[in-house]
């Protein structure tokens, strides 16, 4: 009995391909579409069948709209169904983390509000089945309809075990999926932060460098006027019978203020200095902040 129940575990596991399409990033209804026509061809279309998600944040179940499924229209009408101990099929299947087997629902007291509803899509038979990671927790249900009053058979049950480990394996790889898409774009979201506040400094850096070189250039050619006045100088101590020239130069050299001249070329040439060292560190963090992302 065992064996062949392995044999058909096998069997089921081999029609229910789903996978691929989850890792190669397909949306999460497309790859669960493929468990969904399983069942239809397994059933001889007898079945028809739909998945849910657990809302943790309203404690609720919203349907996943694959398509082959339930009507887009049942879909709305089932949305944020309640999860909890007086809820019925799926919201009571994961309240409990059993499977919840309907196989009438006009017999079933709990199903009296919701009568009107399956009467209207045309099921009696309501079969709801928790879907579990591997970690146990519920991430939703998958739910089966029948059109007329119907028991599960082994077979069926079978057939749901199988669907459901493979809708909890391709739930989780889409949900890490999205997860690695949410840090990423928020990585290249703190990245565009980072990386225009370091545009900005840089270029109010280079504005000031720029500056800081201009007067650079300015305080260069005052120098040079001090070194030509020097060398006059110097001259002119050769010449001492010039007295009024060298009264006229050392003028000159008292109206230019030379010491402060030199004072200035000083300072301006170390502000550039600590400009490019600060230049050079935002390039260093820029870089860094990269290798990082």
Known sequence: MTHRRSRQQAQLQGQTGGFPPTSNGAPL???LQVLIRTVSQYTQGKARAAFYAVDPDHNC????NVVDG???AYQRAVDGFSIGPQSLACGLAVYTGLPVLTPDVRREPRWQPWRPLAQQFNYCGCWSFPIRSLTGHVLGTFAMYYRNPRRATPQELLL???VTQAAAIIMV???ELQQHRDALRE???RWRVITGDLEVLVSDQTRELEESHRRVRTLTAELHSVERNWQRLARARQKPWHANGLEEIVGDLK???NGHVIDNAMQALRSSARLLKQ???LEYVGRYQRTRL
């Open 160 to 162: 749901a075990e199988v």
């Open 61 to 64: 179940l919203r349907p996943i």
């Open 70 to 72: 339930m009507p887009e």
């Open 173 to 175: 790889q889409h949900r």
């Open 29 to 31: 209804e497309r790859s």
């Open 187 to 189: 990585s290249v979201a």
């Open 255 to 257: 109206d230019a203020e």
């Open 279 to 281: 230049i050079e560190t």
